[in-house]
């Protein structure tokens, strides 16, 4: 238990305003040092806790954003959330069998916030563990007025993408894209893309802070009527575009 409960601070600290916050360099700092304090407290492939969301038949995690299931409730934790979980694989908490139930019962911290008026977020802090390749951010899930979720963003930081970029691309679909200056991640509908992981060099790339190294920037949307990219995601998406980062194919 106070493992857990140091992780969540470190993430509720460090990385709860992202991605607003996450540009200033005070509050940079303080996730780097916030992430070294995870490694030193937190070993490495920590068991996942009972509240992992595994969807129904689904242990080894197969496409669950482009076809809907039935959503089951997932375990929960043992007591009241006083303290983050530390999620072992991406795919439990990168999962759209999450409901705003699990989400409440999972995470002491959780706030609400509005995309496109039609959808409501529930953003919480999140710092997956302490390996070299773990994430540390701000993680949003969006539901519909049906508590059907639509929509899973995540701004952070890591220190090596290529997990996630694995379990992206296996389980969502995500093809690479021809870039500059990082990496891009894209899934497409119609030619549009519909969701994104950008991945892009630090501003300033510090080898004693090596969960830092990257910056991250997620957005996963389910095939329904709500299928487009969010006007943030957009927005940054068609900047690249006319910078010239990508769009050479």
Excluded: C
Aim: charge should be positive; glycine fraction near 6%; proline fraction near 8%.
């Amino acid at each position: 238990m106070f493992r857990r409960t140091v992780m969540f601070w470190v993430a509720a600290a460090a990385s709860f305003g992202v991605p607003y916050s996450y540009y200033n360099p005070t509050v940079r700092e303080t996730a780097s040092s916030y992430w070294n304090k995870a490694s030193e407290l937190v070993p490495s492939g920590e068991t996942a806790p009972a509240a992992s969301i595994a969807g129904e038949g689904n242990a080894e995690g197969q496409n669950l954003v482009s076809v809907p299931k039935t959503q089951t409730a997932p375990a929960k934790p043992l007591g009241p959330p006083s303290a983050a979980p530390v999620f072992q694989q991406f795919d439990h908490f990168i999962n759209f069998n999450a409901n705003p139930r699990w989400i409440m019962e999972t995470w002491p911290r959780v706030s609400t916030t509005l995309s496109d008026v039609q959808l409501e977020g529930l953003r919480v802090p999140l710092v997956s563990g302490s390996r070299i390749d773990d994430i540390a951010g701000s993680l949003t899930y969006y539901f519909d007025k049906d508590k059907v979720l639509q929509r899973i963003t995540f701004h952070g930081t890591t220190g090596d993408e290529r997990r996630l970029v694995a379990m992206l691309t296996q389980h969502y679909k995500f093809e690479s894209e021809p870039s500059v200056a990082g990496s891009l991640y894209m899934v497409k509908w119609n030619g549009e893309p519909v969701s994104v992981l950008r991945v892009e060099p630090a501003a300033v790339i510090n080898q004693n802070l090596p969960h830092t190294r990257l910056k991250i920037d997620l957005e996963i949307n389910r095939p329904s009527r709500y299928y487009s990219l969010s006007p943030e995601m957009a927005k940054l998406v068609d900047r690249d575009k006319h910078a010239g980062r990508w769009g050479f194919k």
